[in-house]
């Protein structure tokens, strides 16, 4: 059984950092992308940025880009998120994913497995 769990989330002044972790069982690595979502109150999920497992290919959305840093840790099958200069505009749920090899970037509905989500909140 698949299950994805993130930890890290919290209330921030902007301007700081925090670090997200997304642990991971039940995957085989090697054929899977797995990626980072938010959701802010009323608008669409979207991706902050996601990772080939087996590559190591990432991709990152325009918004957070030279801020964030995705990696992987296959040994510990854990994904992490590195939120660096965080605005109050990056205050969302942030959502662990999973979804096949190929498959698109920035598409939810394509990503099959989720985590239950982490709030981070950035004060301004």
């Excluded at 902050?48 to 190591?56: D, E, F, L, N, P």
């Excluded at 290919?57 to 840093?69: E, F």
């Excluded at 920035?106 to 985590?115: D, E, F, H, I, M």
Aim: glycine content about 12%; aromatic content about 12%.
């Amino acid at each position: 059984q698949v299950q994805l769990v993130e930890s890290g989330g919290g209330l921030v002044q902007a301007g700081y950092s925090l670090r997200l972790s997304c642990a991971a069982s039940g995957l085989t690595f090697s054929s899977y992308t797995m990626g980072w979502f938010r959701q802010a109150p009323g608008k669409e999920r979207e991706v902050v940025a996601a990772i080939r497992w087996s590559t190591g290919m990432t991709y990152y959305a325009d918004s957070v880009k030279g801020r964030i840093t995705i990696s992987r840790d296959n040994a510990k099958s854990t994904m992490c998120l590195q939120m660096n200069r965080l605005k109050h505009e990056d205050t969302a749920v942030y959502y662990c994913a999973d979804g096949p090899a190929g498959v698109p970037w920035g598409a939810p509905g394509s990503y099959g497995y989720w985590g239950q989500g982490t709030q981070v909140a950035v004060s301004s």
